[in-house]
Structure formats: structure tokens, C-alpha cells
T-cell receptor
Framework: DTGVSQDPRHKITKRGQNVTFRCDPI?????LYWYRQTLGQGPEFLTY????????KSRLLSDRFSAERPKGSFSTLEIQRTEQGDSAMYLC???????????????FGEGSWLTVV | AQKITQTQPGMFVQEKEAVTLDCTYD???????LFWYKQPSSGEMIFLIY??????QNATEGRYSLNFQKARKSANLVISASQLGDSAMYFC??????????FGKGTTLSVSS
């Protein structure tokens, strides 16, 4: 069983360009999450999907950000017109849908580092 | 609203010693889960240990144990017999069913020989 995989691992882009990150979750997991992490901080929630439905979006997800999970398997996170403040690591995670009282464990990928110059 | 507080920006420990990383949380939910993750310099967030709010016994996973004190709303991570490979950032996190995982700001652990 492979874990959560993300691509690309590193991306350097010029301000104003668009970038797209891909995430492949653990195969049997129906939930997929995106987080953003800046240096010295904990990850911040961006959005999550259950199957192909996007169930929650953080206020951090400005209109320049869009995420999709068209067939309920892999997901993409696109950032349009990148700004220097978008420089961060973008983490993808997956889990089974919650059963029981306290929620299932969420497993993370290795992250995609974005540098906007 | 849920909140996680980690008050130790950095901790230093020698090999083979035990170390406790502090975590307090705030929530109005009765049902929730508490998690600890390790993040080495490579960036991957590695799941270490989980404690459910209704679990009566403290969780243990190998050298990791979670000291869960529900009345105090604390969920400290104890690492026994520290190893050089334990040097990393450690995050405490929590979630209630149907909500996203929220993280604290983390504690950097440095293990020396």
C-alpha cells in the first residue's frame, strides 16, 4: 500500500504565473484534505473533499485558489496569479470518512514546496 | 472554536533520556480525537499517536505515549529513550468528527549525543 503522494515536490514560479499541484491519496481513503504550511508554523486547513464533493473551504482559500477532485480519486490544487505570499508548503492528506465518535486518523503526504519569486 | 496550544518552541534532550512535549487544547465538543505528528526537515508529516476523548487509558505506541488529562485539557507527548533520529518538529493536533484537523504551532525537539 502506498501512502499519500504529491507532485511536484518543489516548484519555483514567477509572480503572476499559475501553478497546479496534484495529490494521490491512499487508495481506499474517501476523504482528501489540503493544508498550507509556512516556515515555523503549523499546517493551516484549506479545504477538504469527501469523494468528489468539496465539503468545506477555509477563508484562507481566496478566489485565486481552486481545488478539484473530479472522480473522487486524485485531487488538484491550482493557484492563479501567484503572489509572493503564496510561498509555502502545500500538504495533502487523506483519511477514511469518520466512523465512531472521535474521527479517523489523517495521513499526510510529503508536501509540495512552492516558491514565488 | 477549537484551539491547540504548544508553549515550548524548542526542547533539548540527550540521547536515551525521556522528554515530554506539552500540549493543551480547547474545545466545546464532547467527542474529539487528539493526535501527535512528527515533521522532520524533509517536510513529511508523520502520524505518531492518537487518543480519543472517550478513551480511559492513555495511548501508547512503542516509545511514544500520550499523557491525557481530560479535566485539564492536556495531551502531552512523552518520548522515552530519545534517539538522534527523534530530532524534528512535533505537532499536536485535534479534530472532532466532521471537522478538519487543527494544529498547534509545534515544538522543535533537538536530541544530542
Amino acid at each position: 500500500d502506498t501512502g499519500v503522494s504529491q507532485d511536484p515536490r518543489h516548484k519555483i514560479t514567477k509572480r503572476g504565473q499559475n501553478v497546479t499541484f496534484r495529490c494521490d491519496p491512499i487508495s481506499e481513503h474517501n476523504r482528501l484534505y489540503w493544508y498550507r504550511q509556512t516556515l515555523g508554523q503549523g499546517p493551516e486547513f484549506l479545504t477538504y473533499f469527501q469523494n468528489e464533493a468539496q465539503l468545506e473551504k477555509s477563508r484562507l482559500l481566496s478566489d485565486r485558489f481552486s481545488a478539484e477532485r473530479p472522480k473522487g480519486s486524485f485531487s488538484t490544487l491550482e493557484i492563479q496569479r501567484t503572489e509572493q505570499g503564496d510561498s509555502a508548503m502545500y500538504l495533502c492528506a487523506s483519511s477514511l470518512a469518520d466512523r465512531g465518535l472521535t474521527g479517523n486518523t489523517i495521513y499526510f503526504g510529503e508536501g509540495s514546496w512552492l516558491t514565488v519569486v | 472554536a477549537q484551539k491547540i496550544t504548544q508553549t515550548q518552541p524548542g526542547m533539548f534532550v540527550q540521547e536515551k533520556e525521556a522528554v515530554t512535549l506539552d500540549c493543551t487544547y480547547d474545545t466545546s465538543d464532547q467527542s474529539y480525537g487528539l493526535f501527535w505528528y512528527k515533521q522532520p526537515s524533509s517536510g513529511e508529516m508523520i502520524f505518531l499517536i492518537y487518543q480519543g476523548s472517550y478513551d480511559e487509558q492513555n495511548a501508547t505506541e512503542g516509545r511514544y505515549s500520550l499523557n491525557f488529562q481530560k479535566a485539564r485539557k492536556s495531551a502531552n507527548l512523552v518520548i522515552s529513550a530519545s534517539q538522534l533520529g527523534d530530532s524534528a518538529m512535533y505537532f499536536c493536533a485535534m479534530r472532532a468528527p466532521g471537522t478538519a484537523l487543527i494544529f498547534g504551532k509545534g515544538t522543535t525537539l533537538s536530541v544530542s549525543s
